[in-house]
């Protein structure tokens, strides 16, 4: 038997399990798009952001210091936040560019 006999016997119903399972793949396909597909718009935005980050470049971490960048390591930056404050932190901690943050505002 093929397995489309199969599941129009199990069902009592011709249409049945198409009609079972079609608000779940419209509820699916609704989330997908509205919460998924931006996020993942954001998260390769700030990749980017991050990739191209170069001293001078004022930044937020996300443990809330803002600072300057003074130099670029491979897989961390030299952050000015204060006078005489130097700290190193993983580039995936930087949370943003504080200029963005005030332009979306």
């Known amino acids: 038997m093929s397995i489309l006999t199969i599941l129009q016997n199990a ?3 011709g249409g049945s399990f198409l009609v079972a399972i079609l608000p779940w793949a419209l509820i699916i396909g609704v989330f997908y798009v509205l919460i998924i597909m931006p ?13 191209n980050l170069k001293a001078g470049d004022k930044v937020i971490t996300t443990g809330g210091i803002i600072g300057t960048v003074t130099q670029v390591r491979e897989t961390s930056l ?4 204060a006078d005489k404050s130097m700290l190193e932190v993983a ?3 930087v949370a943003g560019i504080q200029g963005d943050e005030e332009e979306k505002k």
């Open 39 to 51: 996020q993942r718009k954001r998260q390769r935005e700030l990749q980017e952001t991050i990739s």
């Open 91 to 93: 580039r995936t901690a």
């Open 78 to 81: 030299l952050i000015r936040s």
């Open 11 to 13: 069902g009592g119903g």
